[in-house]
């Protein structure tokens, strides 16, 4: 049974009663433990379609089965609790809570989960350890590097260890070397054995892209290819812009 | 208890945010403050006034010329003179009526007192020998007038403690003769210090016998009011009826509703004035109400300002699995909190600033009461929990109902 199913998946704006169409009919499976990259230039659709994966948003037609269930008739109390224990999400611009400690930013989704306060701490732990920020735990989020705020963030998106972590262009505003260690950090997430997390990336960029396994791609709302990488990068080859 | 759970989230914020909170806060802390402040003042007043009432004697049985409501005020309140009243009247109901200890008449002027090159203007009361007991008075110095001094136009007079001490500051003033309406009395005691007493000083007045006011000084035949002490408070309605009775016999009077005398108690004096001061205390209660609405619309307005400031961080939490529910919460626990924690200062503050005034009160020389109840406590921390619920429902749905997406994307 694959992770994720969608069936003649459509998404529509209505703007002042016009139409915008954005996703016409897509057909695509994702399984388990993929490395998926979603490509596309600006307008192509592809945030939109993270959205949708992503439970953030509702398709216009088709159907989107999500680890054998369809969510489009879900209401949205069982979204909410489904992108809790399901998904994990990390954004270009960070969106950690300003201010705030490192600790309480990766332990914010245990907050609304049903897992016991008492394990909070120790959860958030050793996702920060995941991530290389095992001693930065008291730091405010405002102290730290663009680089260290996506490794939060990335810690943010396991600590509830979901089935599927979505990356949207995660290394859009940083340089390339904590672009390469962000990169570096979802790569080893997908492969190693104690975590082997699905990670689904949306990005413009191709060298970004060929860290993936396979990468789907989109122009003007339609599926232009769907392929292996041949050539994948690896971790330890950085990230040359 | 979503408070409880959402704590740890709301102090962060009010951390984040200390002077704009505060500033929010002040609304509802003066509005609170004034609540406790108002009650505690009122009770205090209204405690300081029953009390002098009382000290007078709540044995005490008034009668008043003109006939009156039970509830309404006097005739004679009213400026009206009425001649019905008489001194036989007096000396009737201390005859004829059981039960009664006492009764004395009065009638009363105002006048200029003169003593060599000092002078004051003052009231002076004509009454009856019996005045010392009935209104519980006692003499300092020398003595009252006697029963028949009360009737053959003696020119003797006592003096009110601060009256005594106006003229004739430390000087013995006992055989002194006064000048009062251009005839001479002669000083025969002065009174004990007895202090106000609801509207009257007592103390600055001078005493003459009651035929001598009558006739030399004031030209009249009937008395301005009648006083009569019952034996116990047990038998004040029993005296009561018996002096209407007396005097519809004496008036010829067969219809009571055309009664030309009023017969009145304190018990009914303080009803009446009690019902004067919670009716003041609740108009100030419902302007420091108004204060609190203020505050309320003052903290609504805030959170929305929070609210727009947070969209993105709404945004997060709904995308790591927060519930329309969860941010709905999270926000009015958040205005419940501040308008609760501003209510509590707001107590702390009034009960601080109505002590301030009992001992500013209390060294001014009145025996006032500190008295702060726990209902006014109690209404002003619910009132403040109530406006912080009532005001933090709008921003809380505007933020619980925003969409994840827009949310996200919003700068």
Redesign the interface.
Known sequence: MSLIKVENLCKDYKNDSILTPVLHHLNFNIEKGDFVAIMGPSGSGKSTLMHILGLLDRPSCGTYELDGKDVTKMNDDELAKLRNHKIGFVFQSFNLLPRTSVLENVKLPLFYSHIPLKEHNERAQKALESVGLGKRLNYLSNQLSGGEKQRVAIARALVTEPEVIFADEPTGNLDSKSGGQVMEILQNLNIEKEHHHTVILVTHETYTAEFAERIIRLKDGQILSDEKVLNRKKAEDGLIK | MFLLQNL?LIS?TLN?NKRRTFLTMLGIIIGVAAVIFINSVGAGAQSLIFNQIKSIGSNLIGILPGGSEESGPPASVMGIIITTLTYDDAEAIINRVSHIDGVSSYVSGSATVSWHSESLDTSFTGTTASYVQVEDTQVAEGRFFTKDEEKDLSKVVVLGSQAKEDLFGDQDALGETLRIKKESFRVIGVLKKRGSSGFQNYDSQVFVPLFTAQKIMLGIKHVSFIRAKVDSEDHIDDAVEQIKQLLRERHDIANPEQDDFSVRNQAQALQTLGSVTDALRLFMAAIAGLGLLVGGIGIMNIMLVAVNERI??I????????????ILRQFLAETIFISSLSGLIGIVIGIFLSFLTSLIVKSLGYSWEFVVSLQSIILGFGVSFLVGLIFGVYPARKAARL???EA?RYE
């Open positions: 740890h962060a984040k993105r961080e945004g997060l939490r709904k995308a790591v699995g927060a519930t329309y529910k969860n969409e994840p997406v996200l």
